[in-house]
């Protein structure tokens, strides 16, 4: 089986729910770990990439980023 393809700000919905309530986490970081933040409290975990895998229940759409010219100064 091919190994699942991750991006940074890809949402994910996992099969257990965080202690806070949710179940929705944003990937911050990639390599052999990964990095998730929940996207509730903002709380951040590594998880092994094989455990992110298991635990991935369903890739939810990116939000729309919010585009802004730092050098905008209007």
């Not at 179940?23 to 996207?39: M, P, S, T």
């Amino acid at each position: 089986m091919q190994p699942m393809q991750f991006e940074i700000g890809d949402r994910l919905r996992l099969r257990k729910k965080h202690p806070c309530g949710n179940f929705d986490w944003e990937v911050v970081r990639l390599g052999a770990d990964i990095g998730l933040r929940c996207e509730k409290c903002g709380r951040r975990i590594l998880l092994p990439r094989s455990e992110v895998e298991r635990r991935v229940k369903q890739v939810l759409p990116r939000l729309p980023q919010a585009e802004t010219d730092p050098f905008d100064e209007e």
